[in-house]
Nanobody, 126 residues
């Protein structure tokens, strides 16, 4: 099993920044892809960004491109999501997710991911 723990959420004014962290533990070796998703009340869970750990390729949702950056620290076994120029529409619970073995599925579809964190709340005020 893989355990994922998110941190770094909070409240920020529009235009501000937050950096989310996802610490992975357990049997992480087969993991090929790490992703960030978000879900606002009454809305579907949507992909925000993903990182193919085997080759470094990244995916960003259109709404996130140019504002958000996904990265990793191999030594700490941690994935980050740097969020800049935050908007009220970014308000949601943000989830870290991991995908094992099927690297070709790395991307924005939540059903492709095997492991999930508990989520961290991000609130952006206007």
């Amino acid at each position: 099993q893989v355990r994922l723990v998110e941190s770094g959420g909070g409240s920020v004014q529009a235009g501000g920044s937050l950096r989310l962290s996802c610490a992975a533990s357990g049997d992480t070796y087969p993991v090929n892809c790490m992703g960030w998703f978000r879900q606002a009340p009454g809305k579907e869970r949507e992909g925000v960004a993903a990182f193919y750990t085997g080759g470094g390729a990244t995916y960003y949702a259109i709404s996130a491109k140019g504002r958000f950056t996904i990265s990793r620290d191999n030594a700490k076994n941690t994935v980050y999501l740097q969020m800049n120029s935050l908007k009220p529409d970014d308000t949601a619970t943000y989830y870290c997710a991991a995908l094992r073995d099927a690297a070709w599925k790395c991307g924005s579809r939540p059903e492709n991911y095997n492991y999930w964190g508990q989520g961290t709340q991000v609130t952006v005020s206007s």
